[in-house]
């Protein structure tokens, strides 16, 4: 007779994956003690150490740890599947859902799609992952999260793509740029001047290579991996910037004004939608977050970042 919880194992593997019961229970929502008596209990069901505690560096699994922690993934994925099996049957949309987005717009979208999301399907229990884009392709891979909100930026062959809205580029700078006076302002206007790259995994890529179409170079003169900050570094007039998501704010989060222009000659837009692992959508929780999504982009509720849906 088991005398352990899908619970239980669902906190070793978050700490496992972790390496630390504090971010461990950041991740899950669950209070550390709770988390740190659940590794107890199985530690002393099972009777072996999952881990060797170094007050320093956190939690190291033993090596009896990292192979109960890959028996624990799969025992989960297992019993989720089983949920699945049963929507199925029943037709219903419950279980966990876990969602990634990328860092750079997901203050601006995740939040508002969850809360309606969780609305409308109240037995989902979803969990959100803000990561760069090569981090969500390794944790779709890893079926550590099923679904992830991006930009069809690099993608793989292995993952599957449901575009929702079109994302031009867009020029930010204060208002005591040079540039700040006109209504629109073109790739070649923009290499003349300092900019600040939003220096994240494929994102830098896809700027530079906007420079490159037309045969120039950027004048880098900062670089930033957080969007807030690089708004305020152009607030504070460092250099303008590029980005894809229209901010909702005319001011940077430290209080300066910030001037949105459009960019002219049709630079290469992204597109922004669902990405997921082959065969994702067999889960009821996927298919209906796709559906879902669709729905808001066609409704035009992401026209206020820029989007324009996609036909």
């Known amino acids: 007779m088991l005398r352990y919880t899908f619970r239980q194992l669902e906190y070793f593997v978050a700490v496992g994956e972790t390496g630390s019961i504090a971010r461990a229970s950041e991740r899950i929502n669950v209070s550390s003690p709770s988390i740190s008596s659940a590794i107890s209990q199985l530690e002393a069901e099972f009777g072996l150490p999952l881990f060797v505690r170094q007050h320093a560096q956190g939690l190291s699994l033993t090596q009896a740890g990292r192979e109960m922690l890959v028996q624990a993934q799969l025992v989960l994925r297992e ?4 949920m699945d099996i049963a929507g199925d049957i029943t037709g219903s949309v419950r279980g966990p859902l876990s969602v ?26 979803m969990r959100q992952h803000e990561l760069n884009q090569v981090e969500l392709f390794s944790a779709l891979r890893r079926s550590e999260i099923d679904v992830a909100l991006t930009y ?49 995994p494929l994102s830098a890529d896809y700027f530079l290579s906007l420079f490159d179409e037309i045969g120039e170079k950027p004048e880098i003169a900062e670089r930033t991996r957080d969007m807030a900050v690089m708004r305020s570094m152009v607030g504070n007039d460092f250099g303008y910037s590029i980005a894809n998501v229209r ?36 889960s009821n929780a996927v298919r209906a977050l796709v559906d879902y999504a669709s729905t808001l982009a066609r409704s035009g509720q992401l026209d206020r970042i820029g989007g324009e849906p996609l036909t």
């Open 100 to 125: 990634g987005c990328l860092l750079t717009f997901a203050q601006l979208v995740l939040p508002t799609l969850r809360k309606g999301f969780e609305a409308q399907y109240p037995e989902v229990r």
């Open 152 to 200: 069809d930026l690099d993608l793989p062959a292995d993952l599957q793509f449901t575009g929702l809205v079109r994302l031009p580029p867009i020029a930010l700078m204060s208002e005591r740029h040079p540039l700040a006076a006109q209504d629109t302002v073109s790739m070649a206007q923009l290499s003349t001047h300092p900019m600040v790259l939003l220096d994240l």
């Open 247 to 282: 901010p909702l704010s005319d001011t940077s989060p430290d209080g300066n004004p910030v001037r949105v222009l459009p960019i002219s000659g049709a630079p290469r837009a992204l597109r922004m939608g669902l990405l997921t692992a082959q065969n994702a959508d067999r």
């Open 79 to 82: 019993a989720a599947a089983m």
